[in-house]
Nanobody
């Protein structure tokens, strides 16, 4: 079965850190652009960070610049989202996605090849 599965979400206090994982099964992430997105209640899904298959081109949303980083471990077929200095406004469901094209991830999301099921991140004291 071809799928992405996120893990690592949970409750964290403001200022804390959390690392999300996104593991692929049935296909190899090496050849895909990958991205992390989030969606808060009543808001549209927001692209946070995206990288190409060669990691040569990246996108970072202003809202997470300097706080969140994306990385991949091809040996584990897994991508990560490291989140530091978390704020209450970071509370959302977080999704990973993969597609051959970073442009598709950023612009034509209804054509994205793979989406994870989402994991809840809640930042609260």
């Amino acid at each position: 079965q071809l799928q992405l599965v996120e893990s690592g979400g949970g409750l964290v206090q403001p200022g804390g850190s959390l690392r999300l994982s996104c593991s692929a099964s049935g296909f190899t992430l090496d050849y895909y652009a990958i991205g992390w997105f989030r969606q808060a209640p009543g808001k549209e899904r927001e692209a946070l960070l995206c990288i190409t298959s060669s990691n040569s081109n990246t996108y970072t949303a202003d809202s997470v610049k300097g706080r969140f980083t994306i990385s991949r471990d091809n040996a584990k077929n897994t991508v990560y989202l490291q989140m530091n200095s978390l704020k209450p406004e970071d509370t959302a469901v977080y999704y990973c996605a993969a597609d051959r094209s970073i442009k598709t991830l950023l612009v034509v999301r209804d054509r994205v090849a793979y989406w994870g099921q989402g994991t809840q991140v809640t930042v609260s004291s």
